[in-house]
């Protein structure tokens, strides 16, 4: 009976990626700058495992006889954001980017939303930041009813409501009519549900938010773990990244301290299969807003959890600890940026200092997995599991 623990711990990027350039995000180093900005982390435990010794980190102390197998992955997918970052660590790689809407949304599709919403008006309909588009706007939608629509430069329709104006219910039920006609050539990655609560000035975000995705293009390591009978528990937003594709069980989180909180619970429960977890705070609190203390923080709170997780872990189980994409909260920009994500395994069956380099693609660690559980597919991407096992 063995488990494999995989926690995203979401935006944690180590490094742009050769093509950054291309996408505005030159000079991102997540991991790093936060390390910088802050002077020093204490992340003693992530250091143990390996992060420090990463290819191109340079801000985490090395460790000599890190206990961890260690490395990084390049994104072989178009794009940077959470749906494609998940997807192609689970085996599906996007060769052209899901649509994006740098300008707002088009009239046709916005009148084609209020008719099928019956709604008489919407708001917003820009690029923006969540937390500045609820205080610009949510006044207005206080008095007026109407929804707040906005994207960003992902691939992505969010809308926003207080809980008293529309209530979470009836938020979902928006969404849900979003995402059924956001598809094909108005596809989006992800419609989003941004409720919030409170009084002008002062409005805040609620932990109600719920990610509605598309179904991925192709059969994912979810989908052949569960179909070889292996258990899959989802814990955070990986239920709705992957639309319940794969996945057996899932559990919706507040923060990240629940999110470990959570995955602990299924490491009581889950006899055999694979425990994914993802640890939104770093992403959604921290990177978007620009608050590399914060985020600082948030690695720092991590870190100390790490030993709880570890106690939970039997003879042989693996953990692997990674990301989904960058967004490196000491640039001007609010977005996700492209980057390498980090790599870090763990288990009494792991050999201790071994360094599985660059990865080509993200798919490897869905690769793994799968042949940790023995399971055969057809998943693009090369197994590190004989580099890293005794």
Known sequence: MKRAILIVLDSVGVGELKDAKSYGDEGSHTLDNVYKTCNGLEINELEK??????????????????????????EASKGKDTVTGHWEISGVILEEPLNTYPQGFSDDIINEFKKRANVEGILGNIVASGTQII????????????????????????????EDVIPVEKLYEMCEIARNMLVDKWAVGRVIARPFIGEAP????????????????????????????????????????YNKKG????????????????????????????????????????????????????????????????????????LIITADHGCDPTTSSTDHSREHIPVLVYGKNVKAGVNIGTRETFADIGKTILDFFNVQNELVGKSFLDDIVK
Do not use: W
């Open 135 to 162: 205080e610009d706007l949510g006044e207005e939608h206080v008095k007026t009813g109407y929804p707040i629509i906005y994207t960003s430069a992902d691939s992505v329709f969010q809308i926003a409501a207080h």
């Open 247 to 318: 996945i057996t069980s899932a559990v919706h989180t507040k923060s990240n301290m629940d999110g470990v909180d959570k995955t602990l619970e299924y490491m009581d429960t889950v006899k055999e299969g694979l425990i994914f977890t993802n640890l939104v705070d770093f992403d959604m609190l921290y990177g978007h807003r620009n608050d590399p203390a914060g985020y600082g923080k948030a690695l720092e709170d991590f870190d100390n959890r790490l030993q709880e997780i570890y106690s939970k872990m039997g003879e042989e189980d693996i």
């Open 202 to 241: 002062n409005f805040k975000r609620t932990s109600n938010r719920r990610d509605y995705a598309l179904d991925p293009f192709n059969k994912t390591m979810l989908e052949y773990l569960k179909d070889a009978n292996y258990e899959v528990a989802a814990v955070g937003k990986i239920e709705d990244i």
């Open 49 to 74: 495992l390996g992060i420090g010794n990463i290819e191109g980190v340079n801000g985490p102390k090395k460790c000599d006889n890190a206990i961890g197998a260690f490395g990084r992955c390049e």
